[in-house]
């Protein structure tokens, strides 16, 4: 198999990928930019559901946030807390209550 046939292999695999990301106008193009040109990473994720998606218009724990960004950035619940956590140190969330199976648990909202 040459050089063109991997790389044509591997852009149907990404766009695959792009329509089945769950977040509204999320592309995993070749230079990992979104349109708006940040990278992508985890804070830059959350505003997105942020922004585009008005996920935090009801309060969401870091659980329900960490299974939201799942199919499209696999890491551990831990970063996901600190990067809410951080995101409502700059302001760009704001941090709530929530009763979640009879416990109080932190939840962010915008």
Not at 1 to 25: V, W
Not at 75 to 95: D, F, G, H, P
Request: aromatic residues 6%.
């Amino acid at each position: 198999m040459n050089q063109k046939e991997i790389n044509k292999q591997i852009f149907k695999r990404l766009e695959k990928l792009e329509k089945a990301a769950p977040i509204k106008g999320l592309k995993l193009n070749q230079g990992k930019k979104f349109k708006i040109g940040g990278k992508i990473s985890l804070p830059n994720l959350i505003l997105k559901l942020r922004d585009d998606n008005k996920f935090f218009s009801q309060s969401r724990s870091a659980n329900e946030v960490h299974e939201k960004l799942l199919p499209v950035y696999s890491c551990k619940i831990n970063r996901v807390n600190m990067a809410l956590k951080r995101l409502v140190e700059r302001k760009k969330l704001r941090i709530t209550d929530k009763i979640i199976k009879g416990k109080k648990t932190l939840a962010y909202v915008w």
